[in-house]
């Protein structure tokens, strides 16, 4: 099958590791920062904020909630982006077409290459943030909204639930940028283009421009986790959004599909 | 003919040629890049396709690649319509540089596009391939690291991996040194040695010239010529010219103007060479100008056939008497 073909040239792209790498980088140096401040005078004077840096649990997922914002969709359509495109620019597209395989199978192979990429680099920004609060700090019950403290095994579920909710709309912009990449068959072109719709979709949004068409907008699935964090878990939002982000994939996916299909390759 | 589907490498349509195609026209918006194309290759030719840049050649290897669709006309392959991946069973070939993945090493780059073949058991294994191109030492290198010479081998490389009946070639020696020209050409001699049939593009007569039985030539897209290599040279080339040399100019010129002979001299007394006279023999060829010359008493020092110059004729082809010439 392909999708191993398509994962082993991912692993030999140095774009591939820069991605991963900034996913394992960033919760790393918040970790530092917080232990630069919790290491300060002021630390005991503001109590949420004590509580808040005296708990690794917290790296991961106040890392999430950053990440969530820009970070990780960038990573994302980093990669999604040269999906094509990079085949397009390095001639090679032609080469693997004289093959046997169709150009749907292809295709498919690619995408499944781009979503397992993705998957990675939100379990490597989720993984390393609980990694590093762990060693750093250590876990213990998390102080919630409601007042009752979470158990750790309880919060830790939730980090991997959120993960996974973040990782769907992330999945959504991933065959975006790859419709892009098939359709602009240039690289940077579709990286921007990705970035571009990402803070397009906030600014509408936060400039309340959206209207009714607000929820359906695929900027808004990225805060849909942090519902879980309620008590008690408001789910409805949570369903919504994961009926959001596959209809933004499986339009961006077949739309890509259609174009590369038929597309006349010239490079 | 049968209709039912056939499985991938099973034996084509006997008897078939290698390639036909009929009719093939391909626009890119009002641009024609290809207009109305036939040619025929049959099996255990090398057929060459000759062309300046920007002619319509590399178009045309795509569309019988299947990477772009014909506006209108038909391809076939052994017998079969081109239509996807499954009916170029046997054809292997690159279009225009030879598209290889530069961060991956060559033995990766074979590896990766030998998964992208359902191959049968018994295909040519990858070491192989790589020993009849003579990369066997470098195989562990990135193609980033690779000079062009072994780029293009390594893409004929991957196309032997497929065991091709019919082998596409579109300039390989672009970019050469002349020892990697001359590899390449070796190479192309020996696979067709062994039966591959090989449809080998080119804006050099010479190469065409050298490896080629049959040819066609092509200019803003149209055919303009189509035969045996001979035939077709001979018909641009119109009638022979040669180099006389000899120590009497004035006399054989004298001989040459006889009438009858039909003769011409192309270049005036003292123009060239001591000695020399340039000329263009009757539709008999040298023959009846040496006749004339002895008779004459002319000691004849050399009488040499001109080549055609090789440009010349090719801009010939391409430009003076094609449909749509003219300055561009």
Redesign the interface.
Known sequence: M?V??EV??LL???RTFLGLGSAALVPLVFLAAVEIIGGGPEAGEAPFAAQLLGNGLVIPLVTLAFGSVVLLPLLTVLVAGDAVAGEVS?????????????RSG?FWSKAAAVGLYTLAVVGVFVGVGLAAGWLAIGFRPLAGLGGAPIPVGQVLALIVLGAGLVALPLLALAAFALLLSVATQNSVASVVGGVVLILLLQLVSSLGLGGVLDPYLLTEQFSAWLNLMREPIDWAPIVASVWVSAAWAGVSLLAAWAVFV?R???S | MSAAPEPEGAPATSGAPALEVRGLTKRFGSFVAVENLSLTVNRGDVYGFLGPNGSGKSTTIRAVLGLVRPTSGEIRLFGRPAAGPQTRAGVAGSVEAPGLYEYLSARDNLRLLAAADRRKKGSPPIEGVLETVGLTGRAKDKVRAYSQGMKQRLAIAAALLREPEFLVLDEPTNGLDPAGMRDIRALVRRLSGEGLTIFLSSHLLSEIEQLCNRVAVVSRGRLVAEGGLREVLEGAKGRPGYRLLTDDPEAARRALMAPGLGAEIRNADGEGEPGEIRLTTGPEGAGPVVRALVEAGVEVRALVPERAGLEDLFLRLTEGGSPGGGGE
């Open positions: 392909m191993r073909w082993f040239k030999r792209q140095r390095g001639g090679t597209l032609k080469t693997i077409l004289g093959r046997s395989v169709g292809l038929r006349d390759v010239l």
